[in-house]
């Protein structure tokens, strides 16, 4: 071996062994598996043919994740997809999805901000601001508290608080969320609940279409404490909202890496989906650490409601057409 070769070998050598020491042994599978994504998720699909997932989990993030933005969006677009868009309880992704953009030609990749205790105790409509300020204009919406809502908080029965979005005392919309609605009036982009109880909702949605908001969104109305009855999802789509129906809670549950939930049937869902597929779309939610890959459960999820009978115009309606407006993307 030359003096060159046994530079480059023992400094690859030493950079691994560094690595090693440095990086906690779980942190080494996820990077392992990173570099393995899921065959399926990989290969084109026609049933996946234009499909917009607005609403998925991916790394970085501060809690673990089954895919990276970067290696996900190349997942989407191999598999058909026209569209995603990420969402971070805790960061900005709208930053990141300018890179991906620059990394991917042609990658129709969209961000989101989620209004939690980074952004400060109250919602923070100048985050929201800079959000929709931010290079690309690829904000596409911001989220009411999710982790971080006072109802979520209320519900676990934490001692913090919570940020609220009403005002206890008089029920209305709070300024500084009216505010927020403002910005996203004036970017075009959506309005949405995140994890506001459904009452909550229904008033957000109110107040949001009275500011002039047009893309307003009721986050996961079928998804564990956000699961709204089929009258109050009315109400919210008389306002001028559309729903969100998330698969994932087909997915959780007994036997899967997210036992502390109750699954919900084939059945509820697809009842969830048939309320008004003109004025509602579905995500997936998608991203843990211990669930399937956000491409496979859009598979699945497809396949549900081709299985019990849906027409494929609804269908279109759900998982392209709607998402891909709410996004801002045109036929």
Same mark, same amino acid.
């Given at each position: 071996m030359d003096r060159r070769n046994f530079i480059k070998t023992t400094a690859a050598a030493g950079g691994a062994l560094i690595a090693s020491a440095a990086v906690p042994a779980r942190a080494i599978d996820m990077m392992a598996r990173q570099d393995s994504p899921q065959d399926n998720a990989k290969k084109a699909d026609p049933l996946l043919s234009g499909v917009c997932d607005i609403h998925l989990h991916a790394r970085p993030d501060s809690r673990e994740r089954s895919v990276?933005?970067?290696?996900?969006?190349?997942?989407?677009?191999?598999?058909?997809?026209?569209?995603?868009?990420?969402?971070?309880n805790d960061f900005s992704c709208h930053d990141r999805a300018y890179l991906i953009r620059q990394a991917i030609p042609g990658a129709e990749c969209f961000g989101s901000l989620c209004m939690n205790r980074p952004h400060g105790d109250r919602v923070n409509a100048y985050a929201a601001r800079k959000a929709v300020e931010t290079s690309g204009g690829l904000c596409r919406c911001i989220w009411m508290p999710t982790l971080d809502a006072a109802y979520q908080c209320r519900s676990e029965r934490r001692a913090?608080?919570?940020?609220?979005?009403?005002?206890?005392?008089?029920?209305?919309?709070?300024p500084e969320v009216v505010s927020v609605m403002e910005v996203c009036a004036e970017a075009g982009i959506i309005f949405a609940t995140g994890h506001s109880?459904?009452?909550?909702?229904?008033?957000?949605?109110r107040k949001a279409r009275e500011v002039g908001v047009e893309r307003v969104v009721v986050t996961h109305a079928n998804s564990s %404490?956000? +699961?709204?009855?089929?009258?109050?999802?009315?109400?919210?789509?008389?306002? @001028?909202?559309?729903?969100?129906?998330?698969? $994932?809670?087909?997915?959780w549950g007994e036997g899967s890496g997210m036992p502390q939930y109750k699954r919900q049937t084939a059945d509820e869902f697809r009842?969830?989906?048939?309320?008004?597929?003109?004025?509602?779309? %579905?995500? +997936?939610?998608?991203?843990?650490?211990?669930?399937?890959?956000?491409?496979? @459960?859009?598979?699945?999820?497809?396949?549900? $409601?081709?299985?019990?009978?849906?027409?494929q115009a609804d269908i279109d309606l759900l998982v392209r057409r709607n998402p891909a407006w709410l996004i801002g993307l045109t036929e």
């Open positions: 990276d933005e970067l290696g996900f969006m190349r997942d989407a677009m191999q598999a058909g997809y026209r569209a995603v868009m990420f969402k971070s913090e608080q919570g940020i609220p979005v009403i005002d206890s005392a008089t029920g209305r919309v709070l109880a459904p009452d909550e909702s229904l008033a957000l949605v %404490i956000w +699961t709204m009855t089929h009258d109050r999802i009315r109400q919210c789509i008389d306002a @001028g909202a559309y729903i969100e129906y998330c698969f $994932l809670p087909c997915l009842a969830f989906a048939a309320i008004d597929p003109s004025r509602s779309f %579905i995500s +997936t939610d998608l991203g843990q650490a211990t669930m399937p890959h956000p491409v496979e @459960g859009m598979r699945q999820c497809i396949r549900m $409601l081709l299985g019990g009978g849906m027409a």
